[in-house]
């Protein structure tokens, strides 16, 4: 009885091993497509094994396509365009795209496969995201729980963001927390600063990366980011501006105003700075500075949780009546 | 079973169509139904993979099943080949046929898991089949499938436009128009017998 069911497993092994065989043989005939070339912008060229997905042969030549879903087709962001070998538009891609983007020929470079030499257009931005190798040159308490990190480029050594952008930066091991993280935080520094940036970071309870720079990050040590990512930057109108932001918010806001107070700004322009108490106020001085800067600029400190012994004299609430 | 092929090739499209008497392969039906030109791609597809399958699992039944007395592994050595022969097939097209790729290719991972392909493998060995009658019952059964969806997604598009009571939309009214197209199709019922 033992000796039936044993060889009826042994057959039953053997059959899907037989079709296991066949289809990796089939696979590695089939889903050759030999070294191919994609064309980027009509001017860079990469090569690569053809038979995967535009994304994924693209981040193997360190261009890096935003994606989310890590390529399963369900967040669209990897949108690109196309212009040749991308073949037709697949189901899977349809629900993502607006009839203009498919008129223009976008497509999701998750689900493209490259079978051919394909010519695609991204924007040029993409090309600026990098792996720096920076040092930590100074570490400022902001309040209690935020903090100030600059960091100085080593490898590359120059850095093109647009104010606004965030980068990724990469923790290190320490105490119980064994594997390493990447978060995104945004850059607090003006563009105009080639050569190093700065991070604004508040203490999250528990928060892997957060405690890591907050307890165990020191001046000098080397550290990982990537980036720049995001498009949070201030549209070229003539429309009011309201900045909206508390905590550490406040960083993509100051390279912003940073930003502007180089390249001059005529708009009207208000900064809502939330908070609880006066206790979680930071570069209120410097904030203030920009008034003077700008033709038509207020900012506006609203605290919600302002003890009376404060003696808080600004706004209280939310900042949302204020607008 | 002494029924001709060519007899039994015709009672799968309409007398015992797989998905109208037997409700198999309903839940890529309910789900690709929505457009008549997807219903065709996958239609097609189902025909195609249903006639081969059919083919390759009356030998595996005939020749490794029977012959080592493990027809209760039936079910497992038929999904198995069911599922090699889907994956297979799409790298083929994928690599020779790209413009089929394109249209049926992308239905074929949808098929493997259509229980409509697997019950037509189990019909025959049930039914004891020859070799030609399993590939025109396979064949039958698949052009039966089109048929029944193909017809779906005409009502569905002209529905479109149509008011539905709002708990009954999409599923609800599939199911109920699917109902109905049965009962049609109980009028072939006395042409021939197959079951």
């Known amino acids: ?323 | 079973m002494d029924i001709s092929a060519f007899v039994l090739f015709w009672a799968a499209i309409f007398t015992s169509n797989i998905l109208l008497t037997n409700f198999l392969g309903m839940c890529s039906f309910l789900s690709v139904s929505r457009e008549v030109e997807s219903s065709f791609g996958l239609g097609v597809a189902v025909i195609f993979v249903l006639t081969i399958t059919a083919g390759l699992n009356w030998i595996a039944y005939h020749y490794l099943l029977v012959p080592f007395q493990i027809e209760y592994l039936q079910y497992i050595v038929f999904i198995i080949v069911i599922a090699a022969f889907v994956q297979l097939l799409e790298l083929i097209i994928e690599r020779y046929a790209p413009a089929l790729y394109y249209s049926l290719g992308i239905f074929l991972p949808l098929i493997t898991v259509n229980c409509a392909i697997f019950g037509v493998s189990l019909f025959l060995v049930i039914r004891d089949y020859n070799f030609i009658q399993s590939i025109a019952f396979g064949a039958g059964s698949g052009i039966g499938w089109l048929l029944a969806i193909l017809m779906l997604a005409g009502i569905r598009s002209k529905l479109k436009e149509k008011l539905i009571p709002a708990g009954l939309r999409g599923a609800g009214i599939s199911l109920i128009i699917t109902g109905i197209m049965a009962l049609g199709f109980v009028g072939f019922s006395g042409i021939v017998a197959v079951q």
């Open chain 1, 1 to 323: 009885m033992t000796e039936l069911i044993l060889r009826d497993i042994g057959i039953l092994t053997l059959v899907s091993v037989v079709f296991a065989i066949i289809l990796v043989i089939a696979q590695k005939v089939l889903n050759n497509y030999g070294i191919l070339k994609i064309r980027i912008n009509k001017k860079r060229d990469v090569e690569v094994q053809g038979g995967n997905t535009l994304l994924s042969s693209l981040a193997d030549k360190q261009i890096f396509i935003p994606s989310a879903c890590g390529g399963r087709g369900s967040c669209g962001a990897c949108k690109c365009i196309v212009t040749e070998g991308g073949g037709p538009l697949l189901p899977t891609e349809k629900p993502l795209l607006t009839k203009q983007e498919i008129e223009g020929n976008v497509r999701l470079a998750c689900q493209v496969k490259v079978k051919s030499e394909v010519q695609i257009e991204i924007p040029e931005s993409i090309f600026n995201i990098r792996r720096f190798r920076t040092r930590v040159t100074k570490i400022e308490d902001y309040t209690y729980d935020t903090k100030g990190i600059t960091f100085t480029l080593l490898d590359p050594d120059k850095i093109s963001f647009k104010a606004g952008q965030y980068m990724q930066l990469e923790s290190q091991p320490y105490a119980k927390m064994k594997q390493k993280v990447v978060r995104a935080y945004s850059i607090s520094s003006k563009p105009q600063d080639e050569t190093s940036f700065q991070l604004i970071i508040r203490l999250v309870p528990e928060g892997i990366c957060t405690t890591w720079v907050h307890q165990y990050l020191k001046e000098g040590d080397e550290v990982y980011l990537t980036g720049p990512y995001g498009d949070f930057f201030i549209r070229d109108t003539d429309a009011d501006i309201i900045f909206v932001a508390g905590g550490s918010g406040k960083a993509p806001i100051k390279a912003m105003l940073e930003d502007l107070e180089i390249v001059g700004c005529n708009r009207k322009m208000t900064y809502y700075f939330g908070a609880r108490t006066t206790k979680d106020l930071y570069l209120t001085e410097y904030m203030q500075h920009f008034e003077s800067v700008f033709p038509d600029f207020q900012y506006v400190p609203v605290l919600s949780h302002a003890e009376p012994s404060e003696n808080w004299q600004g706004r209280t609430g939310f900042v949302m009546p204020y607008f």
